[in-house]
């Protein structure tokens, strides 16, 4: 039955196969002092009727290894919509990351990613990198990390508007910093606040930034609620794209 439960996680995670052009990994790191398989499957639907005909879907999948020496997550996401019969908001991702303890509160990361998103002109984006992650606190209460990596990303950009100045294709190496903060509220509920900041190595003024609040809370047996709100930056978006976009949504997730 476990063997089955896995392979259908598998299954739907790699149907979902890929979600926003930045994610927030630590909102979705598990307990490092568990071993064995753990993940979650969470599925958002909105759909409007009468003034506007808008329907989205969400599909969310995350799998986990936990083992002495190394940690290996894996997670891929998509969401997509129709509003008045066309598609919009076309977004997708999958990343997998390893981690690996090095001594004491030190850790060593890889990780590798694929991403898409319509909605900020990004036909695909490719990256890998690896860096170190620290345990700066950990009480039974409150947990804090930091994290600092440099990566290797490759991006195509699609519907460039003629005096747009950013090129087609673009192959460039980031630094990627953040902080970030676990609090258990209580027994049900825990919340996870974390901020990115991945500026461009030769160039600190072309950077992105990633901050999240997250909230959980766990309702009966593997069913869980969570509450977001994204807010992401980017100093140079393409041509006729915000700087500044926000998210604020809620979902359920089935946890094993």
């Not at 329907?55 to 998509?78: M, S």
């Amino acid at each position: 039955m476990i063997c089955f439960r896995l392979l259908v996680s598998l299954a739907l995670i790699f149907m979902a196969a890929q979600a926003a052009a930045q994610v927030n990994i630590e909102a979705l790191r598990r307990d490092a002092g568990s071993t064995g398989f753990s993940g979650a499957l969470a599925l958002n639907l909105e759909m409007h009727t009468g003034n506007t005909d808008l329907k989205e879907i969400g599909l969310e999948g995350r799998l986990d290894f936990n083992h002495p020496n190394v940690n290996t997550f894996v997670l891929a996401r998509n969401d997509f919509g129709w509003e008045q019969g066309e598609r919009f908001a076309d977004e997708g991702l999958i990343h997998l990351r390893q981690h690996y303890p090095l001594h004491g509160r030190i850790g060593l990361e890889a990780f590798t990613q694929y991403n898409y998103d319509t909605t900020y002109r990004l036909d695909a984006r490719a990256l890998a990198g690896g860096g170190l992650r620290f345990h700066l606190v950990e009480t039974d209460a409150f947990q804090l990390w930091e994290g600092a990596s440099a990566f290797l990303e490759h991006e195509r950009l699609g519907d460039l508007t003629e005096d747009d100045a950013h090129p087609g294709r673009s192959t460039v190496v980031r630094w990627s910093h953040y902080l970030s903060s676990r609090i258990a509220v209580n027994d049900r509920m825990v919340s996870t606040c974390t901020v990115y900041f991945q500026p461009l190595w030769n160039a600190i003024g072309d950077t992105r930034i990633l901050g999240e609040v997250n909230l959980e809370i766990d309702l009966a047996g593997p069913l869980v609620l969570a509450l977001t709100y994204v807010m992401r930056y980017d100093s140079r978006p393409p041509e006729g794209v915000s700087r500044l976009d926000t998210v604020l949504e809620n979902g359920l997730a089935v946890t094993f």
